[in-house]
C-alpha cells in the first residue's frame, strides 16, 4: 500500500473508515441527501451528535467527506474520488491474484513428465 499524503489518502485510510456500520450509513445518507449537518445525521442514528462528529473527523481523514461552513452551520458533502482509488487498487490487487491462482491451476493440471 502506498503512504498517505496530504491530497490523496491512502487506500488502507479509506478501507478503514469505511470498516465501521455507522461511518458506512453516514455515507448512505449524505450520498441521499446530498449533504447533512453533524445534527441532522445523529437525529437519524443511534448514536449522539457527538459520536457522528468523531465518525465524521475519521471520514475527513480519508477524504471520504469535506465539510463546508455556512454561518454557524457546517454542512458535509461526500467526496468519492478516494473510494475510486480505493476500488482501482483492490481491482488491481483482484487481478494479481488471479494470474497467480491461474499459474498455480496450469501447473497443477499440466500433465506429468512435459
Given at each position: 500500500?502506498?503512504?498517505?499524503?496530504?491530497?490523496?489518502p491512502?487506500?488502507?485510510?479509506?478501507?478503514?473508515?469505511?470498516?465501521?456500520?455507522?461511518?458506512?450509513q453516514i455515507?448512505?445518507?449524505l450520498?441521499?441527501?446530498?449533504?447533512?449537518?453533524?445534527?441532522?445525521?445523529?437525529?437519524?442514528?443511534?448514536?449522539?451528535?457527538?459520536a457522528?462528529?468523531?465518525?465524521l473527523?475519521?471520514?475527513?481523514?480519508?477524504?471520504?467527506?469535506?465539510?463546508?461552513?455556512?454561518?454557524?452551520?457546517?454542512?458535509?458533502?461526500?467526496?468519492?474520488?478516494?473510494?475510486?482509488?480505493?476500488?482501482?487498487?483492490?481491482?488491481?490487487?483482484?487481478?494479481?491474484?488471479?494470474h497467480?491462482?491461474?499459474?498455480?491451476?496450469?501447473?497443477?493440471?499440466?500433465?506429468?513428465?512435459?
Amino acid at each position: 500500500m502506498t503512504a498517505s499524503t496530504d491530497t490523496e489518502p491512502a487506500p488502507e485510510d479509506v478501507l478503514v473508515a469505511l470498516a465501521d456500520p455507522i461511518r458506512r450509513q453516514i455515507l448512505a445518507t449524505l450520498t441521499g441527501q446530498g449533504g447533512a449537518t453533524s445534527t441532522s445525521l445523529a437525529a437519524g442514528l443511534p448514536v449522539t451528535r457527538q459520536a457522528v462528529a468523531k465518525h465524521l473527523a475519521v471520514l475527513d481523514r480519508a477524504g471520504l467527506v469535506r465539510a463546508h461552513r455556512t454561518g454557524r452551520e457546517v454542512r458535509y458533502e461526500v467526496e468519492l474520488h478516494p473510494l475510486k482509488q480505493a476500488t482501482r487498487w483492490m481491482e488491481a490487487l483482484a487481478t494479481q491474484w488471479e494470474h497467480r491462482l491461474r499459474a498455480i491451476k496450469d501447473l497443477a493440471e499440466k500433465p506429468p513428465g512435459t
